[in-house]
Every structure is written in C-alpha cells, then in structure tokens.
C-alpha cells in the first residue's frame, strides 16, 4: 500500500424531499448564490420552482444561468463570472448532472481571478481561492458532486481540459434518488458505465498489497451491477436508484483511490471518440474499457481473475488463468449489452478509418504515452482499439 | 434505505514516516498545543522523541499531559483544561490509541466552557464551540481519530459515558501502520474484535434494502478477517498492518452506517462486563457479540446466512437457513478463538452470579431496554448472557 492522503469536507445531504433544504444550506454559507442549471429538464419536473422557494425562504438572493451543454463550456463559464460579478453573488448552486456541476466549478475558481479562467486549465497557474459551491444532484455518474475534478470545454478546437485539486470539492451535495426516475434508459445506463469505469480505473493497479480498495471497490461494482437491471425495468425503484447515487459518489471521490495509483488511460482515449461524433461518455467508455482490458490482461493476469471471481462469480478454472480472466472481461461486456450500451466502435459509428485521428489526438499534449498498467504509445493506443472493431 | 447525512472533515494523512508532518499539520490551526498521550510506550519507541522535533521544528510551543489509561477519566481531562487554559494553548494533540484520542477530545470542548466539562456527558447541555484536536494513532481499534465519538469514565462510581456529536470529529489523524508493529499480540487482537464489533453492529440492521452499505460492511470485515492472522504471526509486515488500520477508521466514521440504523446494544452491555472486572474491551466484545447473534438471528435469519455467505463463504444450505446463519456465527467464534480473544464468559472471570449486577447495571439510565433488532429488556439481556456462560 502506498503513503496517502485522503479528505473529503463534501456534506452529503440524502435522501427523499432533500431538496428543500437546499436554500438553508446555501445560507450557511452565504446570502446570495448563483444558480446554474443545463436546460428545461428542471423546469418541466418541478425541481426549479422547489429550489427557487427554499432560496427565497432562507433569503437567499440569486441570479441564474442555465443552458449548461454536455462537454460544458468555458464560454458559458465566463458568462456566468460575470454574472457573480455584477450581482455580487457569493456561492455557486448547481442543479443537474457532472457537467453543471463541473462548470459551477469553473465559475467558482474564475469570479476571484482578474484573469481569464481559462487560464486555469491550459496549467498556466493553479487558483488561490474561489466561491464555494453546492449541488442538488439529478444525474449519478460523474461522480463530481464530491470529487476534486473539474473538466471545461473549449469552444476554440474543442480542447477539453482537466481543473484537478483538492480546493475543488463542493461544500455540499444534495441527493436525492426520487430526481433520478426520469432519467431515461439510455442515460442511466451511461451513468452506470461511467460510474464503473471510475471503479475500475482505481481497480486494476499497480501497487501490490492493497486489500481493503480492493474489496471496497468489488462491493462498489457489485451494488452498480445489481441494481442497474431493477432500475432499467422499474424506474422508480426508489431503493435501486438510491443504492447506484451513493455508490456513483463513493466511485469517484478518491475513498477507492486511498493507497493505490490507478489507470485513467482508457478514460483519455474515450474523451477523443467522444470528441469525434459526439457519443455519450458511458457509451464511449462501454467501448474502450473492456478493449483495454483485453490489451493489458496479461502484465496483470491475477488481478483479471480476481476480477472474474470476486466480481463476476466466474467459476474459476485453476488450471487456466487466462481463460478465467478472459470470462471475466466477456461477463463485463455481456453486461454492458444487457443495459444498452455500445461494446463496438461500429455500434457508435466509428471505424478503422477513425483509428489515427483518435491516436492522434489521445497523445496530443500528453507526450508519448497514456495509462499506466501499461505505458500505451502510439502502437498500442491503436492495438486496444483494434480490439474494440 | 432511510434518508442520512454525511460527512467526515477528519484530513487522513497515512503511511510510512507521516508522524514527521505532525508540526506542519497542526501549525496550520495553531502555533500551540497539548501533546497528550498514555504511559511511557512512545517514549520507548522513540516516537515521543520525533514528535517534539516536528513540533520545535514548525514554531509550535507546547505543554504535555502524559498519563491518559484505558477508559479515560474525567479527572486527567480536568487537568488537560486547565494546562490550556494556563499555557493559552489553542490545539489538542492527542498520540496514542482510542482512550488518548477520546481524553484528547473531551479536554477540547472543556477549554472554552466556564462549568465543569463533565456537563456535558450527563446531557446537561451541549458544546458550543471547542479547540481544534488531531491525532497520531498508535493503537487501531476505537476509530476515534476520525469518529464523532468520545467516551469518557467519571472516577466518582465509574461512570462511563459518552458524548457523541458530529463536532467531535478530528481535523487530522496521522496513521502510520509501522507505529503499530510493536503492539502485543492480544492487544492486537482486540482492537481486531472491536473493530469487527463496530462493522458488524452496523451490518445487523432492520432497514430493509440496503445493498451498497451491507457490502461495503462485507469488505471491511473480510479485509480485518484476512489480514489479522497474518500480523498476529508476523507483528511488521506493514501491508497487513496497513490493511486493519486503515479499516479500523472506515469502520467507526459513519460511512458504513449511511441510510441504515445499527444495533448498539451488546456494546452496552460489553461496557459492563469492561466494568466489573476491568476486561479489555476487544475481548468483551468477542464474548458478548457471538451470543447476541445467536439471540436474535431468527428475528432476521435472511441476514445471518448473507453474513453467513458472504462473509465467511459457508456453503449455504439452501434448505436449512437456520443451520447456515449457525455456521456463520461458529466461524467468527473460531475466528475469535484463533486469534486468542476469549468467547465465553468464563475465560474473562465471569460466571452465572454475575448476571444479575451486569444486567442492571446496562440498564441504569437507560430505561427499560437497550438495542434495536430486539428491544432487550431485562430477561432478554439476560438470555444473550447466558448464551456466554
């Protein structure tokens, strides 16, 4: 087990009606706050007006900004400084999925800076101090309503961009499961994909000896995988979508991280399929991930059928490791059938013909190799795509 | 799953060396502390010796309290107040175990308080506000470096009482798993049982469907069972130590009891045993537990062979439950009995004429029962012990 440091200060407020106490809270903090939201989905629900009252009735005053896109962009996070600005609003409130909450999060590190935010993410220089932020949570996937990750758009090229650091956990994250029941079937089984793939990132590592992550990220796979099925036949399933909400915070806010250095690379190979044609990122990452893992199962053939085992109940076959391993990724990939999502380049419209753009564009800036299990170059970014022809 | 808060702002600072950050991390809330601690044992060690130079080191002057025993005693923590008071010291540093941690804790909400801080374990009022603590664990088992608890024993007719509140929780730990090499085997073991008593009274819950949590349970008591033999037989392999320290705090912050409700009541009535002849609390535990499980298992026999399966990987009898809920229960007997804690009452110096004074004594000030999958009343009580004899 590797030396760590591990804090989370994000409050999480869960459950049913949680909503409600979300303009008591933003009042701790302060009087006014921006709210920020993606497009009508919130309106049409009721979730608007509910958080407009409980603002209102803490006497919290605010200004709003919706029209967050998937992929947020930083145009729309300048708009939104200036809004605080002018308003003199104290507090970010996001109200939606990842990405509101990732671009309240770029406003809240930009209203302090006299530059322009984006400077933030091209490394320029790191933020000294920012707004603090709150969500109320209607999408479980990203994970960023309690991580410290932050990713932003560029509308120029298209660049997009990581803000990781610790300042940029939230104060608090309202969740409530009843907001998830319209999520419609193909969206909720992104958010799965993706809150595995953040699962499985951390999974498959390096560092030897580390029992306790590996548990906790098994029981983390094992809930998502159970209850994925209830909750695409029965939508309001409030336990099922309760049990995936609290497992898609706990997958990304670095607990599974403790001890152990884990292997993003597939997740920056995704990020350009999605860039090409616009795909879901748990559809994309539906497609790469067990690609990867075909490529690199064997530098770490035990830990695949560990996978298989622990994960998959495969009946292992002793003599065979690489056949109880391979069961494993085959399980993976069944399973991500099951609830809809992509396991082929083909299915989300790309080709052999996409191969060089996308290996060009995974190492662009990122010097020569991806990932960590193994160092994927050039030769093998495009070997773990082959695999997903 | 019921509706739950969150939140545990404990910063964990863990591995090899990290008691030499111990300056620069209280320096970040004071430029003086109390260094509190227990018996000579971290002289010996040496690490009184480092801590004192990364205090000198950081600019923190400081006053020491040594002397802290097992259950606490109010009388110590008198004393810890009023040495802040004199030296007009603004953080409590705690080194040791559970007891230095929880002494620590109390003297930290005594300081700014003008009544005597025993107040606030009779329920007379609650603290307002309180001096920052932080800890460099030395003994995993109590969880109390990152937990919001604090058990405090009054000299005056040893009463034991706690004060537990989400202020109470640390703002750092400092755990590095070599400082625990040198633990005694039975001292070990018994911060194995308490730590497994903290996972299992949250396990063993009536509130339906609760996936995610119960898993996360399963995990850390599979990482506790797997490793505790291998650091019994080998005190410095520092990946299994790491493996139970780390557990020991995922244990008792809450994260495991989020949107459930637990069952406390054979740890209430193990502090009586504690009480009567002064047993270790671990050791208690082992005795005590085992004949709770087999007191109550009918009124949720689908748990106890979960327990059974998941846990300990009894082949289920599918057409006998009961017996597989039986076998899981003898195997954490016979786990307890291979790591040397004691499972029968007898072995602790307890006997049939002692149930009566234990019995009351649980009872005192805490009406007419204690525990929540059965309300045990006196007769009850009295079942699960003599299930001990």
Redesign the interface.
């Known amino acids: 087990?590797?030396?760590?440091?591990?804090?989370?200060?994000?409050?999480?407020?869960?459950?049913?009606?949680?909503e409600n106490q979300v303009g008591r809270e933003v009042k701790k903090f302060s009087s006014s706050c921006l709210l920020h939201y993606g497009g009508g989905s919130i309106r049409k629900s009721g979730l608007y007006d509910r958080v407009v009252a409980s603002l209102k009735e803490a006497g919290v005053r605010f200004a709003e900004l919706g029209g967050v896109q998937p992929n947020p962009r930083v145009g729309l996070v300048r708009e939104g400084i200036e809004l605080c600005r002018k308003h003199k609003l104290e507090f970010v409130l996001a109200v939606g999925g990842g990405s509101v909450i990732d671009s309240a999060k770029a406003i809240a590190v930009g209203v302090p800076y006299t530059g322009d935010v984006w400077d933030f993410f091209t490394g320029k220089l790191l933020p000294e101090t920012k707004l603090p932020v709150g969500s109320i949570l209607t999408i479980p996937a990203a994970g960023s309503e309690a991580s410290h990750s932050c990713v932003i758009t560029n509308d120029e090229g298209m660049l997009k961009r990581p803000l990781n650091m610790e300042m940029n956990r939230p104060s608090f994250a309202i969740m409530n499961p009843e907001l998830t029941f319209s999520l419609p079937p193909y969206q909720t089984a992104c958010g799965v994909s993706d809150i595995m793939a953040h699962v499985m990132e951390r999974y498959f590592t390096l560092t030897?000896?580390v029992?306790?992550t590996d548990?906790?990220c098994?029981?983390?796979l094992?809930?998502v995988i159970?209850?994925a099925p209830i909750v695409l036949e029965k939508p309001d399933d409030?336990?099922a979508r309760?049990?995936i909400m609290?497992?898609s915070t706990?997958a990304h806010n670095n607990?599974l991280s403790?001890?152990r250095i884990g292997d993003f690379g597939s997740h920056l190979i995704e990020h350009e399929l999605s860039g090409i044609n616009d795909v879901a990122h748990g559809a994309g990452l539906a497609v790469v991930f067990p690609a990867w893992m075909k490529y690199v199962q064997k530098k770490m053939l035990p830990r695949f059928v560990q996978f298989a085992v622990r994960v998959w109940n495969v009946e292992q076959w002793f003599d065979d490791p690489e056949r109880t391993a391979r069961e494993g990724i085959r399980r993976l990939e069944e399973f991500f059938v099951r609830i809809g999502m992509p396991v082929r380049l083909g299915e989300i419209g790309l080709g052999e013909s996409h191969l060089d753009e996308i290996v060009r564009k995974t190492l662009i800036g990122r010097g020569e190799t991806v990932g960590n299990v193994i160092k994927l170059g050039r030769e093998d970014i495009r070997g773990v795509l082959k695999l997903a022809l």
């Not at 087990?1 to 949680?18: A, C, Q, S, V, Y």
């Open positions: 087990m590797d030396n760590f440091e591990f804090l989370n200060p994000t409050k999480i407020i869960f459950g049913r009606g949680t030897p000896k029992d306790f548990r906790l098994e029981a983390t094992k809930t159970g209850n409030y336990d309760a049990e609290w497992a706990i607990l403790t001890g």
